[in-house]
């Protein structure tokens, strides 16, 4: 498959250096404000894609670490590439979602395939994705939105979405090793935020992750593949926003109350529950050597399911390698 990458951070870098592994050739890659684009699959008239050599990934992640930018064309020129799949791995925007939806939504219309590792096009506007893709020969994949290299959507939709009850788990890491610091060495919110962020584990302003945010989008895209794929009639389903969502987050959780569990076997994660009409995020007590009390950065999904029992899935849910193999595994399921 010819992708043409939208984004070229940590994710989109990865995608671009590790696609030959998976049998796959990018074509072209824009950041913010510069794209690449290879031999016969730039111009608006798109042709000439199938003679094509692909870019050269070492030189496309050298330059936007030298110069910051990907090359010298404009990133309208990687967006009217000839290619089969884009990979939409711009930042996460909330409200209307731009400018991802609007890339997602021209792959579209021009009956290609689109990949998403940014959650807010299908956290925010998924009804109108959904609209789009009824109108286009393309399909959409989002596994990377959710829980990194997890495999947390195509479980459910393996299983089928109607025989889901609920989503749940630890879908932060950057929460997670906040509360696991606390709990092991016995020391206050602050603190410990001030190690994550020295580690590279926190990002400077960590309100996305502290607050619940990025956890209530993950969970906000599952109760969405759960009620848009259990309604017979998509008219039926019930479409949910990070409005939608009920999201405490760990600021204010206290040491003491961490003590004060692991007194009595227990410990604290930030734990969200999708289901197909609710979503909500908050710090939970959970059973200290249970399955939920995943450590470190780690993730865990657990998904309940009316006829097969709970499931869990645990591994890395962030980083740029990991997050690319379940957008190249997205890939791999459109062919």
């Keep these: 498959m010819r992708l043409a990458v939208i984004g070229a951070g940590a994710v989109g870098r990865s995608v671009v250096e590790l696609a030959g592994e998976y049998g796959h050739e990018v074509v072209a890659v824009a950041d913010s404000s510069s794209a690449t684009v290879a031999d016969g699959t730039g111009g608006r008239a798109g042709a000439g894609g199938d003679d094509s050599v692909g870019v050269d990934p070492d030189a496309v992640v050298a330059r936007k670490a030298e110069r910051g930018i990907v090359g010298d064309a404009d990133p309208e020129d990687a967006l009217s590439a000839d290619y089969d799949v884009l990979v939409e791995a711009t930042p996460t925007t909330l409200g209307d979602a731009e400018p991802g939806f609007s890339h997602v939504t021209r792959a579209l219309e021009r009956d290609r395939h689109a990949v998403l590792a940014n959650k807010g096009p299908v956290a925010e506007r998924f009804g109108d994705l959904r609209a789009a893709v009824d109108d286009s020969d393309g399909e959409i994949r989002f596994e990377a939105t959710v829980g990194g290299a997890i495999p947390a959507v195509s479980t459910v939709e393996d299983i089928e979405p109607g025989h889901v009850t609920a989503v749940r788990g630890v879908l932060n890491g950057t929460a997670n090793f906040i509360l ?10 602050d603190h410990v935020l001030a190690e994550a962020q020295d580690l590279g584990v926190a ?8 607050d619940g945010t990025d956890a209530a989008l993950k969970c906000v895209i599952l109760a969405n593949v759960l009620s848009f794929g259990a309604a017979d009639d998509p008219a039926d389903a019930r ?5 939608d969502a009920d999201v405490s987050g760990i ?16 410990t604290v ?23 939920l009390a995943v450590s470190g950065t780690q993730n865990i999904v657990q998904i309940e399911t009316s006829h097969a029992g709970r499931l869990n899935i645990s591994g890395r849910g962030a980083g740029g390698p990991e997050t690319a193999s379940a957008v190249l595994g997205d890939v791999g399921r459109l062919e």
């Design 180 to 189: 696991t610091r606390m709990a092991a060495e016995g020391l206050d919110y």
């Design 203 to 210: 990002e400077a302003d960590p309100s996305f992750d502290v």
């Design 239 to 243: 479409e949910f926003t990070l409005d």
């Design 251 to 266: 600021r204010d959780v206290p040491g003491s109350a961490l003590r004060l569990a692991a007194e009595d076997g227990r």
């Design 269 to 291: 994660r930030l734990i969200g529950e999708a289901t197909g009409e609710t979503v909500r995020v908050a710090p939970r007590l959970v059973p200290e050597n249970g399955t």
